[in-house]
Nanobody, 127 residues
């Protein structure tokens, strides 16, 4: 059973930066497509970014140019570097992984395609 544990959330001023981490255990991390999603209360879960097994990355338009996803297979960890945070970025950020997802953007952005999820980490941005 794969377990994903996020960390790194917190409070930051608008324009600031945070780096989220997602540590994986219980599976062959290098074989997993990994993604980050975010959700605010009362809203639907929103795709943020994903990284394929070979390191290809995809971003939502709302974060492109500000956020960067990366993975370290030796550490079984995926990272989300968030720069120039805006007041519309606060949410619970969730790490997701799947071994069999088709690595095309129309699949990667669909949360139900991922089998494994972390518990989430909260990001708050003050103006």
């Amino acid at each position: 059973q794969v377990q994903l544990v996020e960390s790194g959330g917190g409070l930051v001023q608008a324009g600031g930066s945070l780096r989220l981490s997602c540590a994986a255990s219980g599976g062959t991390f290098s074989s997993y497509v990994m993604g980050w999603f975010r959700q605010t209360p009362g809203e639907e879960r929103e795709f943020v970014t994903a990284i394929t097994r070979n390191g290809r990355t995809y971003y939502s338009d709302s974060v492109k140019g500000r956020f960067t996803i990366s993975r370290d297979n030796a550490k079984n960890t995926v990272y989300l570097q968030m720069n120039t945070l805006k007041v519309e970025d606060p949410a619970g950020y969730y790490c997701a992984g799947d071994q069999y997802i088709t690595p095309f953007i129309y699949m990667l952005r669909v949360g139900s395609e991922y089998d494994y999820w972390g518990q989430g980490t909260q990001v708050t941005v003050s103006s």
